[in-house]
């Protein structure tokens, strides 16, 4: 019924930027917050931050201004733009949208994640 795919994940070096993009598609009337997560191994997935159909933002404090979330309501899409990358960032990177969809059902929605990795 409903899809999020991510892409843009890949290799960068220490202080390199990447940016990640998220697409929705399939049986959707409207998509409310969209967020991005991380796990890495051994690790529970986090939020790395999320935004509302509005527009309004929040960011894990590990953050610190390094990255930047964005979206496209009428590509029903969200992207993260993360600069200053440290090894630290390396995980799987997932997108989630909370979607109603044509069925008249509001459900979560993830991807199925994008490795990154920060590595010299």
């Known amino acids: 019924q409903v899809q999020l795919v991510e892409s843009g994940g890949g290799l960068v070096q220490p202080g390199g930027s990447l940016g990640l993009s998220c697409q929705a598609s399939g049986s959707i009337l409207t998509i409310g917050v969209m967020g991005w997560y991380r796990q890495s191994p051994g690790q529970q997935r986090e939020l790395v931050a999320r935004?509302?159909?509005?527009?309004?933002?929040n960011y894990a404090d590990f953050m610190k201004g390094r990255f930047t979330i964005s979206r496209d309501n009428a590509k029903s899409a969200v992207y993260l733009q993360m600069n200053s990358l440290k090894p630290e960032d390396t995980a799987v990177y997932y997108c989630k949208g909370r979607i109603f969809t044509r069925q008249f059902r509001t459900d979560d929605y993830w991807g199925q994640g994008t490795q990154v990795t920060v590595s010299s």
């Open positions: 935004i509302t159909d509005g527009g309004d933002t």
